[in-house]
């Protein structure tokens, strides 16, 4: 079929073409209200077609496999208004290989989910008569191929594993959600740390405390580092370069921020969220610093902003709903040398930041991050002693990362890709402590 769409597209004229095929299935076990609410297994696919044709661009995508003429039909259409296309699709290419593809894991049976889902409500029971307790695990095996008119035929299959859980409890005006997840290429068995966790935030958000606007040492726990990281990534993002709307643009090889401040796209991470052999238009994976010692190095290049930069790509690109935009697969920060503990044990009087709600409304390229805090702790005497709420937190990434940063923690968490500038993949990210962070308190 892929031979059959890159023939046809040839016939009509197209210089070159791309397909792009991806296969699910995905199977879901959900509990909501202390039951099972929801088992279902999923096959999906998904095509994109990439055409060029009088030197510009045109795609199509469509869930049907037997689509070809309309696939054809729909990107040449396309291409009559599609971007200048002065690149050429993936040419022949060996791929390396990567541990991310676990056959026990696509193997897991449907009554092993349940049964991990059953124990996580059971674990967390007592912790209130009337706590409203979830757990969702998804397991996905996915293939993926990609052929070109320049004689790329590659393709890889992986495997994907999620556990979430959390508890939802009511008492009069008082709402309260807490919870956690895991999740990798690798089908491991994560219900007691997830109970743990859940129990450990539930025990200590039921008390709330009050606190007052000012500026404040904040411990931000992986998944909040993860939202201050989120303008950094955007601007890492080729195409944000090529348009010039970036920061960075022109500061490779500038110390932008903290020397403890290390990011790196590793998409040979064993099992880890986002590994792979290669991207989406079938360059083969590439290890890449992007912040070295505070150092900017490179940026996330795709085919199209690479050659806009006068760069090579870097096997950067990710496809959402068929368009192609650089993305990072596995998104490593390097680790410090203080635990979380000893970190939190340093804090005399400071906040411990785990959710943001609506940080990255606005213009990310101004490296603004500002949100409600979702869930959050106030610190006393290096002690967790109740929830905040009513509060609001502001930084500027740019700025905190360069000159607020405390500590980074030697402990790392995996956290979905969120935010702008990230199509998937996974995080591994520390706690990370910045002084000084404004905190908006509402008062009565």
């Known amino acids: 079929m892929m031979e059959e769409i890159i023939q046809l597209a040839r016939e009509r004229g197209c210089e070159e073409a791309e397909v792009f095929v991806e296969k699910h299935q995905a199977t879901v076990v959900e509990y ?37 003429q309309g696939l054809v039909e729909r990107a040449l259409r396309a291409a009559e208004f599609g971007r200048l296309a002065d690149f050429s699709f993936a040419p022949p290419a060996e791929l390396p290989a990567v541990e991310g593809f676990d056959p026990e894991t696509a193997a897991l ?54 556990h979430s859980a959390g508890g939802k ?99 040979f991470w064993p099992w880890g969220a986002g590994t792979r052999p290669m991207d989406d238009e079938g360059i083969p994976a590439r290890r890449k610093a992007l912040i070295d010692k505070g150092v900017l190095q490179n940026f996330l290049l795709d085919l199209a902003s690479a050659r806009a930069l006068g760069e090579e790509p870097n096997s950067s690109a990710r496809r959402s709903a068929g368009v192609v935009t650089p993305g990072p697969s596995n998104l490593i920060m390097e680790p410090g040398p203080k635990s979380y503990q000893e970190m939190l044990a340093a804090v005399p009087q400071g906040l411990l930041i785990d959710v943001l709600m609506g940080a990255w409304a606005g213009n990310p390229y101004g490296g603004w991050v500002n949100g409600n805090v979702m869930l959050g702790y106030k610190i006393e005497d290096g002690q967790v002693v109740g929830r905040i709420k009513d509060t609001m937190f502001s930084v500027n990434a740019f700025s905190a990362l360069k000159d607020q940063v405390v500590e980074v923690s030697r402990e ?9 500038g990230s199509l998937g993949g996974g995080l591994y990210l520390p706690y990370l402590w910045l002084d000084g962070v404004s905190i908006s308190a509402r008062q009565g």
């Open 412 to 420: 790392r968490k995996w956290v979905d890709a969120a935010g702008p």
């Open 169 to 267: 409890l009511v008492e009069g005006q008082n709402f309260l959600y807490v919870g956690d997840g895991r999740h990798s290429a690798r089908g491991e068995d994560v219900t007691s740390a997830l109970i743990a966790e859940v129990r450990w935030a539930f025990e200590r958000a039921r008390v709330n405390v009050p606190v007052s606007s000012g500026r404040y040492p904040v411990i931000l726990t992986p998944r909040a580092t993860a939202a201050v990281l989120a303008p950094v990534l955007a601007s890492l993002n080729g195409q944000a370069v090529e348009r010039r709307v970036s920061p960075f643009l022109g500061k490779k090889g500038q110390a932008l921020f903290d020397p403890r401040i290390s990011l790196e796209d590793d998409p």
């Open 32 to 68: 909501g209200n202390n039951r099972l609410k929801k088992l279902e297994t999923a096959h999906s696919l998904f095509l994109a077609l990439r055409v060029k044709k009088g030197g510009r661009l045109g795609f199509s995508t469509s869930t049907k496999p037997n689509d070809v």
């Open 109 to 162: 049976p449907v009554e092993e989910l349940v049964a991990r889902g059953g124990r996580v409500v059971d674990g967390l029971r007592d912790l209130h008569p009337a706590l409203q307790i979830s757990s969702r695990l998804a397991l996905i095996s996915t293939e993926i191929e990609v052929k070109t008119s320049q004689g790329l035929s590659a393709a890889y299959r992986r495997t994907g594993y999620s």
